[in-house]
Nanobody, 121 residues
Framework: QVQLVESGGGSVQPGGSLRLSCVASGSILSIRTMSWYRQAPEKQRELVAAVTSGYSTNYADSVKGRFTISRDNAKSTVYLQMNSLKPEDTAVYYC???????????????WGQGTQVTVSS
């Protein structure tokens, strides 16, 4: 079984920064795309940023230039550096990974439990 555990959420004033981390653990053989999604109250979950195993990245237009996604394949970890935070960034942030693991030897998709990010003065 594979688990994703996020950390780094919290409360920050507008213009501040936070860094989220997500560690994947279990019988992992390989991880393809790792992503961050977010869901604000009464809104649908949306993709924030994604990074492939080859380190290609893509971002939601709303976070381009402010957020940076990165990963450490050796540690099965993905990060989201969030700068110049705005109140509209307030949401629960979820980690997502596409993982090849034992005993299935097939790719399956996993989600973390979510971490709250609140941007408010």
């Amino acid at each position: 079984q594979v688990q994703l555990v996020e950390s780094g959420g919290g409360s920050v004033q507008p213009g501040g920064s936070l860094r989220l981390s997500c560690v994947a653990s279990g019988s992992i053989l390989s991880i393809r795309t790792m992503s961050w999604y977010r869901q604000a109250p009464e809104k649908q979950r949306e993709l924030v940023a994604a990074v492939t195993s080859g380190y290609s990245t893509n971002y939601a237009d709303s976070v381009k230039g402010r957020f940076t996604i990165s990963r450490d394949n050796a540690k099965s970890t993905v990060y989201l550096q969030m700068n110049s935070l705005k109140p509209e960034d307030t949401a629960v942030y979820y980690c997502y990974a596409d993982v090849l693991s034992r005993p299935s030897y097939a790719f399956s998709q996993y989600w973390g439990q979510g971490t709250q990010v609140t941007v408010s003065s």
